[in-house]
């Protein structure tokens, strides 16, 4: 069974920074495309950032673009990373992580088939 394990929120002041990690367990190869999203209370749930296994490609929501960087880790390939830096209180939220079958990434919420359980960030003043 695929799993997926987020982990890293809590409080940080605007600014500061915080990494999230995702583990994500069961796929049987490297066509596995993993995203980050995050809802804000009140709002939709969003993309934030998605990143793709068979190539090591990226891709960084506008909003996020410059402050937060997705990356895997290297030894162990399994854990994919959410470095967010220069956070502002908007980025409040709970972040999850999602993963698919698919070598093709996208922050398309519908795309995405399996997701871990949510890590809440929040960003004081």
């Known amino acids: 069974d695929v799993q997926l394990q987020a982990f890293g929120g809590g409080l940080v002041q605007t600014g500061g920074s915080l990494r999230l990690s995702c583990v994500v367990s069961?796929?049987?190869?490297?066509?596995?495309?993993v995203a980050w999203f995050r809802q804000a209370p009140g709002k939709e749930r969003e993309g934030v950032a998605c990143?793709?296994?068979?190539?090591?490609?990226?891709?960084s929501a506008d909003s996020v673009k410059g402050r937060f960087t997705i990356s895997k880790d290297n030894a162990a390939k399994n854990t994919v990373y959410l470095q967010m830096n220069n956070l502002k209180l908007e980025d409040s939220a709970v972040y999850y992580c999602?993963?698919?079958?698919?070598?093709?990434?996208?922050?398309?919420?519908?795309?995405?088939?399996?997701w871990g359980q949510g890590t809440q960030v929040t960003v004081s003043s």
């Open positions: 069961g796929f049987t190869d490297d066509h596995v495309a």
């Open positions: 990143f793709a296994r068979s190539d090591g490609s990226t891709y």
């Open positions: 999602a993963a698919r079958s698919s070598p093709f990434m996208t922050i398309i919420l519908t795309d995405y088939e399996h």
